[in-house]
């Protein structure tokens, strides 16, 4: 009987430690890489969601939460080998990331590997959870489709040709796509696809030049671009002349800086620190100016918001961070951002959520373009195709 009792208590312990143990979150980004600077602002928005969401304890039903940090540098195949590390060196119980669409298409396959979520943030593109998803992705991040057809409330109009400037590779080759297909009025008449890292548009811009010019009705160079170069010299090249308009979707506050001289120029964006009116972003705004020196940026509340997701997971599955019960937690499951509320749809786990009309205006008392409010888009005005195969 004493060696039952003993077998029970020493069980108990087990399971108590079992439970007691950090919950450990893998942040897997671009520490190092061409989207350095994008990757950090998720970073902080990460730490600033936790600490946000568990009102600065970094703990949930009794567990610390410890975020962990990998540098995937930019890398599909390192990207691949640190997510598989995570999981399987380090015990991460989640993971967060990465800043590019490529980088994080060949991370899906590990998280699957292993049973354990990836909590896609901020990457992009459709097929993340479209053609390649699994049941452990799960996205904060907007999509390419929510992105297009947020941008399509501000140019579908009939008459409208529109010439797409996208970078080559999945970020680029699925916003156009999207974009596209959001469309109902409006025409694309050419596709210019560059290399990522371009420099020199020239030609390319000669070629967006020669399929607009002659079309008749309004005529728009629509730009998708992330990370280095500045497609946005085209403009120094005149496209006025042709009746050509530049316009773009949101960006960060650096590139949205060359955007100054376009004022009044429309479109859609994902975040904008002056935009959302809610106490999630008031936080931000204010801790990030006290932190930083400067607002919140594009890919910060991103960030923020993944952490709060964390948090709210956790807090449905009482500290339990079983996969099966987190995933059952999480499908569905509504949680308030700085963008407001979110929600996790059930059948792909793409996040639903607001996105914003915006029209440009040149404020001499900030450096970028700032983006004035037109319209929220609500997830409801948003018909988001499902596209996995579940």
Known sequence: MNRILLAALAALCMSSAAVAKDFVVAHVYDKTGPLEAYAKQTQNGLMLGLEYATQGTMTVAGRKIRVIEKDNQGKPDVARAQLASAYADDNADIAVGPTSSGVALAMLPIAEEYEK?????????????????????????????QDAIANAVAFDQAGTSIAMLAQDYAFGRDGVKAFKGALKNAKIVHEEYLPANATDFTAGAQRLFDALKDKPGRKIIFILWAGAGNPFKIADLDPKRFGIE??????????????????????????????PKNPINDWLVAEHQ?????????????????????????????GDSDTDKLIKAMEGMSFDTPKGKMTFRPEDHQAMQSMYHFRIKNDPSVPWAVQDLVKEITPDQMNVPIQNKR
């Open 246 to 275: 530049i316009a773009t979707g949101g960006n960060t506050l650096a590139a949205m800086t060359p955007l100054k001289s376009l004022a009044g120029m429309e479109g859609a964006t994902y975040y904008y620190y002056g935009i």
């Open 117 to 145: 979520i990836l909590l896609v943030e901020p990457a992009v593109a459709d097929s993340i959870t479209g053609e390649k998803w699994n049941k452990y992705i799960f996205r904060t991040g907007r999509n390419s489709s």
């Open 290 to 318: 006290k932190r930083y020196g400067q607002p919140p940026d594009f890919f910060t509340a991103g960030g923020m918001s993944s952490g709060i997701a964390i948090v709210a997971a956790l807090n449905k599955t009482a």
